[in-house]
């Protein structure tokens, strides 16, 4: 490949690379605005506090209604030995009747108490479901304002992908040792590693080159850069 030939590949390298960079920054903007204002935030953040109160509230109710279980559980089981008539012994007999009165009044006790987390867990259901009602109508109101803001994103997101592509086929075109001169270069020079002759001038800094430098550039087999900002030098014509 010749070098003028290099320049102009490594010029049309730059091109893709700007084009690329244009794209991510207007994605970036595009994202930042689409992060949603501060009330779609502040219901955000309601309806998860409102839905993990609801989870905690759920696992209570479960909790009392397992303890309630197991208390029914064990007085039914002494009940029955109760007027089973198997304990006879009076002392025994009394200890059981004891148990017994004592169960059931845990038992209704525990009863209350399940009741009780029951009507908790309704007004907690209550409200969750209220905070996710109203959390998907301001999503959807947001939606239908933002819809070409966001056909536009689906839009970049697709121009991005083919630009990729289009940049690795052109990259794996080119000399590693060029290229990774040409990277090199495009980091430490504002992104922009190749400058276009224009009227004699370095496009970028506006340097005049020399007849023997305009020279160099048109017929060297080697890369040409800018003697003032640095840059390698690609003339079209
Ligand atoms: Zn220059």
Redesign the pocket.
Known sequence: MSTTKIAATLYQLQQLDLELERVHAEQQALDNSLQGDSVLKKLRTENAIAQQQLQLGLQGQKEAEWALEELDRRLRMQEQRLYSGAVTNAKELYALQQEVQHLRAQQSRQEEMALEVILTTESLQEAANKKAEALKQAQEKWSETNASSMARRDQLAEKRQELMANHEQFVSGIDPQVLSRYDALKRTKQGRAV?KVDQN???????ILTASELQRVRTSTDLQ???????I?YYDR
């Open positions: 400058s001038s370095c496009q970028w800094c506006r340097v850069m800018c003697s003032n900002c640095g840059r030098l």
